[in-house]
């Protein structure tokens, strides 16, 4: 990336816009968001507020609703049912152009025959800002995406990132009181989206505009947003921070989505008030500390992240006979897939200092998962939601 000017002037006109956005923008609130395009709801009673200037992340599986809810808050459709306000403001009383919302879509959709600068300065014309001003703006726009020097250019003359930040450039100049991102960094590599991502959440901080982020990439989400909305099915399954999604899916589904995690099937055993023990299918007790809603015979789903289960060479009370499949170093860690005596997958995930280097495909092993930190979920959740969550994250 192009690191031509002082930071001080960065920060200087990220200072001037955001005294002025801060008047405009405020919370955003969708209550009871509805659609369809003909058969059945593409969004059904849809609910969720971001807090004025923060970043909320809408995630989900392909189909599931998000780019609708982005139209009809941009006003591209007219929702059935609910309601949209920015502020005080009811947006669905605003006509699209005047509701002062910037847009930013995966694939750039910059003007090719436009430079650089008549691209920023597109809406400022259409909103009737005089000349004079528009070049002003046009400047601290492109001074503020570092990308001051490449005014004349045309956009096919920039790489994939540079268009991309011009894109960003052209949403806020026109001052927007909410922005609106549609899978922005999707079509560019991962070094760049990175880049992308801490420049964007730079702009985002200092000009403090209420931002609504469609991705299917997590940890793109999890980075840039304060809270995630995830919605399957046109539905929302739950709304929170990163951490509580993770830590505290309240569905399978929740569970599945965000990050990676194992399913074992059982049923209980003479639930107590604070243990759990689950037979599972392979025969084997698994004595949970968790107290939870299930009642003793109930055929429950056991889920685990592959950093909750840890490998032992011998057995012992509450480890799983196991067998390797394949081990894979990752970063920092080595992933191992291996087969309980059912043929259930499960997958660890060790320390690469830990992890032993004597292990072979197909060792026997044991494998213990935390009883305090997996989850139980009823199985009626896995068949339509699995083969949307398989469908879903791209990364
Ligand atoms: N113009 C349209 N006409 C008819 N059906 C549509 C139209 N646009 C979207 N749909 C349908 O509405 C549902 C939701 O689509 P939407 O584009 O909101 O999904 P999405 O979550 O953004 O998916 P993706 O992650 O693939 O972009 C899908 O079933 C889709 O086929
Ligand atoms: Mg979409």
């Given at each position: 990336m192009q690191r031509a000017l002082p930071a001080l002037d960065q920060n200087t006109a990220a200072r001037s816009l955001s005294s002025e956005l801060a008047q405009r923008t405020g919370a955003l609130t969708v209550a009871g968001l509805s659609h369809s395009y003909?058969?059945?709801?593409?969004?059904?009673g849809v609910t969720f507020d971001i807090p004025a200037g923060e970043v909320a992340a809408l995630l989900g599986p392909?189909?599931?609703g998000k780019s609708t809810v982005l139209r009809a808050i941009a006003g591209l459709i007219r929702p059935a049912k609910g309601t949209i306000a920015l502020g005080d403001t009811d947006l669905l009383q605003v006509p699209a152009r005047s509701r002062g919302i910037g847009m930013v879509f995966q694939n750039y959709a910059l003007f090719p025959h436009m430079t650089v600068a008549e691209n920023v300065s597109y809406p400022l014309a259409c909103q009737g800002v005089p000349k004079q001003e528009r070049r002003a703006r046009v400047d601290e726009m492109l001074r503020l995406i570092q990308l001051?020097?490449?005014?004349?250019?045309?956009?096919?003359?920039?790489s994939g990132g540079q268009q991309q930040r011009v894109a960003v450039a052209r949403a806020l100049a026109g001052r927007p009181s909410l922005l609106l991102l549609d899978e922005p960094f999707g079509a560019l590599d991962r070094a760049l989206r990175f880049d992308l991502q801490v420049e964007m959440l730079r702009l985002q901080k200092a000009l403090g505009i209420t931002t609504l982020l469609v991705t299917h990439d997590q940890e793109e989400a999890q980075s840039l947003a304060s809270r995630l909305v995830l919605m399957n099915r046109g539905r929302i399954e739950q709304i929170d921070t990163p951490s509580r999604i993770y830590?505290?899916?309240?569905?399978l589904f929740v569970n599945r989505f965000i990050g990676q995690t194992s399913m074992l099937t059982g049923r209980v055993e003479g639930a107590g008030p604070e243990r759990m023990p689950v037979r599972l299918t392979t025969g084997e007790l698994l004595d949970l500390l968790r107290p939870t809603r299930f009642v003793s015979g109930a055929s429950v789903v056991v889920t685990c992240r592959p950093e909750e289960v840890s490998l032992f060479p011998d057995a012992g009370p509450g480890r799983l006979a196991a067998r390797l499949i394949v081990s894979i170093p990752l970063g920092p860690h080595v992933i191992h897939d291996l087969e309980l005596t059912d043929g259930t997958g499960i997958r660890c995930a060790q320390l690469r200092a830990q992890a032993p280097d004597t292990l072979l495909l197909g060792d026997r092993i044991f494998v213990a998962i935390d009883p305090a930190r997996c989850h139980v979920f009823p199985p009626d959740a896995i068949g339509g939601d699995l083969h949307a969550s398989l469908e879903g994250p791209s990364s």
């Open positions: 003909g058969s059945g709801f593409a969004v059904d392909s189909g599931c001051d020097s490449f005014g004349r250019r045309l956009p096919h003359q920039l830590d505290q899916p309240r569905t």
